[in-house]
């Protein structure tokens, strides 16, 4: 390895391990992910032509607004850390505020997606999707797990944010430590790297 | 452990671009979508997706800039392990009715 | 290494069980951030679960003593080794020694102060008890606790109409906790080790438990996902493992074992650190072939991370699946002999001193060869279309299991017992417990791989009167080997109380936790050590300290 041995300065910070910590947290979340695109793979593989049929019902154009709003939502974040660095704190809450609004904004349309897909009876153990072929069935399955896991996530992710707007606002995260915000930071990238995948899996393969 | 560290200031400018940047990918994947590609559509989704997952990782996550071993690792280590899962499972799907 | 020698002892000795901290009594204990104490919580409740696991197995083999035998329903039966292996697994072999000795003794041995996220130690324990709870919940409550056998295999875990998805949850929760240790182990050993304290001069259970800590990190998460989806499943009719939806029931095989094959690596690792860490001790000789130990863990890790499908060799995989993964199983052997070898290899010419520890690390090295050859007969792929679902696999674990992790938890528990407590144990009884133990273990479980020989079927209430007599020396074996632990539990609880107070460097070993009083104070160290040599190099110990 090639750092030298880190030094147990008594009451010192650690940011470059806080940060680790979070990477390897994040790790486990792309593993808890990855579980669910090797289903969506193997059920894939048996099912080519279900799957190409069943993702002609979705809202590509839905799915793609969603797309972009989270990845400017990933923009808003890594300059609102850039902003605090700088000691612009007024400008790093209104970035963090934005990032929230457009969580948000993805979790409102999410909402419509399944409200609209209920409507048609399009869900788990309903009669018309039970009727369907077993592509299509797991299809919408996996659609509502993987999204809605990632919905959760991303819920989550807007909780963490506002906790660290009010530390902002105490100057509990400012220019000499702002380490919280740039590990909440971290996980908001990776939920919206999460979506990347999703995007193209589920939107795109008609 | 040092106090606080200079992590690298990256510059408003360079976070634009990048943005700019996966929002153009966005649109490449779109559009191949819409077209006939056959077996290559899961491959060219997957690398637009791998290659803009990697702009985030390295930029907005600063990946980049990290100077330790571990950080240079991790993301390889854990592809490694994810196509290992995959590939193994297959292993098994793809060749049920015997290997041809 | 700097010494405190002569000062140490006149200074008064403020141990980590006095408290200092703003909370008093319960308090002080539950919402603690000392690593010392988190790893003394785990120890009792670990034990308290170790103990109910017990209790159940000895219920079986009652059970199981005749044939026609009917204590129980058959229910119950299924229900009673369900609860075993999810108690066993998840609540003892999984946690122990990476919660325990892991939480105890990591910081010390690398010169930290404490690990590099206190509060998540704390939250990881919580975690823990919480899991706990709700899978008690679920033996208490409903319809009863789940049938299905820990491996909660669909579709019959989507439709029988008991405790899953409760117990589920609480194994769900089990995972978080783990996760959350395996992060806090690796960051504090990238992050906080002392001056001087470079990769090569680390411990050997310091490796175990780094190795270990990666796998509990990249591999819970799909048992996670997979045991959500068993409630998902269950509450929302999705159909992903539902072969009436187009579900795959051998694709949620696939996702349960890649996770608990490594879950087994886990399991035994740790364990094997400990052995290392003891073996150059009582053989007073560095450890034969340092980097080939530290590095053979990590190979076990990654490579145990590739041979999950041996425990499916006859639900329908493919041909080839299986031959792969048999190929991979034969491989994984390799660095396990290596450290064996390894070990041995310490020993020989070694001044060997014959005590408990010592003792235990022996039976490992003997239980642990007996479990890694049968298990190498059943890697094999026509013997397993014999062995497989009979009695021969649960011989096999309970040989790795029991004989490898077990007998490495029990080596810790009488090596580390007087810097924990500060108290020694009866050497003697130790020796006793051993000895009773050795003899009830080999009894029951060799029987096990006879019978499974024979052809009886595992998970059977019943069974034919051909095996009554072998059942019979299996139960006999059982009540054995239970005498030999209570003997042993007995002797150390009593050492807790009336023990002769422990010197702090009873076994005269040099790694950094015996240069600290028995028991440590809360700060671990007065002053940060500088490292300038190995963690067995007596030669230097004996010059310089």
């Not at chain 1, 605090?84 to 929230?100: F, P």
């Not at chain 3, 769900?172 to 504090?188: A, D, E, H, K, R």
Request: charged share 10%; proline share 5%.
């Amino acid at each position: 390895m090639d750092e030298t041995t880190a030094f147990a300065l008594e009451g010192q910070r650690d940011a470059t391990g806080a940060r680790l910590g979070m990477w390897l947290f994040i790790l486990s979340e792309i593993l808890l992910f990855g579980g669910l695109f090797i289903l969506y793979s193997a059920y894939r593989y048996k099912n080519p032509v279900d799957f190409h049929h069943a993702s002609r019902e979705l809202d590509v154009i839905l799915g793609t607004l969603n797309t972009i709003i989270l990845l400017t939502s990933s923009l808003s974040m890594a300059a609102s850390i850039a902003a605090i660095q700088r000691s612009q704190r007024k400008l790093s809450m209104v970035l963090l505020i934005a990032t929230m609004a457009l969580g948000l904004f993805f979790l409102v349309n999410k909402g419509f997606e399944w409200g609209a897909k209920m409507e048609h009876g399009i869900y788990p153990n309903a009669p018309t999707l039970l009727a369907r072929a077993k592509g299509e069935i797991l299809f919408f399955g996996l659609y509502y797990v993987m999204t809605g896991l990632h919905g959760l996530h991303v819920l989550v992710g807007v909780c963490v944010l506002l906790v660290m707007l009010i530390l902002l606002s105490k100057g509990k995260v400012r220019s000499t430590h702002f380490t919280p915000l740039e590990n909440s930071g971290l996980y908001w990238h990776l939920v919206d790297i999460i979506w990347i995948f999703l995007y193209p899996l589920f939107y795109l393969i008609s | 452990m040092k106090p606080e560290e200079e992590v690298r200031k990256t510059r408003y400018q360079t976070y634009a671009l990048v943005w700019v940047t996966l929002i153009i990918l966005t649109g490449i994947t779109l559009s191949a979508a819409g077209r006939e590609l056959g077996g290559w559509t899961v491959l060219i989704a997957l690398v637009i997706a791998g290659t803009k997952s990697g702009l985030v990782l390295n930029y907005f996550m600063h990946l980049r800039s990290e100077r330790l071993t571990v950080f240079k690792v991790i993301i390889p280590l854990v592809l490694a392990v994810f196509l290992v899962f995959i590939l193994l499972t297959f292993s098994d799907l793809a060749f049920r009715g015997g290997v041809k | 290494m700097t010494t405190t020698g002569a000062a140490e002892s006149i200074r008064p000795r403020i141990s980590f069980y006095e408290n200092q901290g703003r909370h008093n009594g319960i308090l002080a204990w539950i919402l603690t951030q000392d690593h010392k104490r988190i790893g003394i919580l785990y120890f009792i409740f670990v034990m308290a679960f170790f103990f109910s696991g017990v209790v159940l197995g000895f219920f079986m083999r009652l059970q199981m003593i005749a044939p026609g035998g009917a204590i129980m329903k058959p229910q119950t039966y299924n229900s009673l080794f369900t609860l075993h292996g999810i108690i066993m697994i998840f609540l003892v072999v999984i946690p122990a020694i990476p919660t325990i000795f892991g939480n105890f003794f990591l910081p010390i041995q690398i010169g930290a102060r404490d690990v590099a996220f206190p509060r998540i130690n704390l939250l990881s324990w919580w975690l823990y008890i919480s899991g706990a709870a709700i899978v008690a919940l679920s033996v208490f409550t409903g319809e009863g606790p789940p049938d299905t056998g820990w491996t909660f295999y669909t579709p019959y875990s989507l439709r029988t109409t008991v405790n899953v998805p409760l117990a589920v949850f609480g194994l769900f929760i089990l995972g978080m906790s783990s996760i959350l240790t395996g992060v806090n182990f690796v960051t504090t050993t990238h992050r906080l080790r002392a001056p001087g304290m470079t990769w090569h001069r680390l411990p050997l259970f310091v490796w175990a438990i780094y190795s270990t800590s990666w796998v509990q990190i990249l591999a819970t998460p799909v048992i996670g996902v997979t045991l959500a989806l068993i409630m998902i499943e269950r509450f929302f009719g999705v159909g992903v493992f539902d072969p009436a939806k187009g579900g795959d029931p051998i694709l949620y095989q696939h996702m349960f074992w890649i996770y608990s094959h490594p879950a087994t690596y886990i399991m035994i690792l740790p364990a094997m650190g400990i052995v290392s860490d003891i073996i150059p001790v009582f053989a007073r000789k560095k450890i034969f072939g340092y980097m080939a130990i530290a590095i053979s863990g990590v190979a076990i890790a990654a490579v145990g991370s590739l041979v999950w499908g041996h425990h499916m060799f006859v639900s329908g995989q493919s041909d080839f699946a299986a031959l792969l993964f048999s190929l991979l199983t034969f491989l994984v052997a390799i660095p396990s002999a290596i450290k064996v070898f390894n070990w041995v290899a310490t020993l020989h010419k070694g001044s060997i001193v014959l005590e408990p520890p010592l003792l235990f690390c022996l039976a490992f090295i003997f239980l642990f060869s007996i479990g890694g050859l049968t298990g190498l007969i059943q890697g094999a792929l026509a013997p397993n279309v014999h062995l497989h679902d009979t009695y021969w696999i649960p011989g096999h674990f309970h040989y790795i299991i029991f004989g490898g992790m077990g007998f490495g938890l029990f080596a810790a528990f009488h090596y580390w017992f007087p810097k924990m407590f500060g108290r020694m144990y009866n050497r003697k009884m130790a020796v006793w417990a051993w000895v009773i133990m050795l003899i009830g273990f080999n009894i029951f479980y060799f029987s096990m791989l006879l019978l499974g020989w024979e052809g009886m079927p595992r998970r059977y209430y019943d069974y034919l009167p051909q095996f009554r007599t072998l059942h019979l020396t299996a139960t006999f074996g059982s009540w054995i080997l239970v005498a030999g632990l209570i003997v042993m539990f007995a002797n150390l609880f009593r050492g807790l109380f009336t023990g002769e107070k422990a010197k702090d460097n009873p076994w005269d070993a040099s790694t950094l936790e015996w240069q600290i009083p028995s028991p440590p104070p809360t700060e671990n160290f007065e002053e940060i050590p500088v490292i300038q040599r190995g963690p067995y190099d007596f030669k230097e110990f004996d010059q310089n300290g």
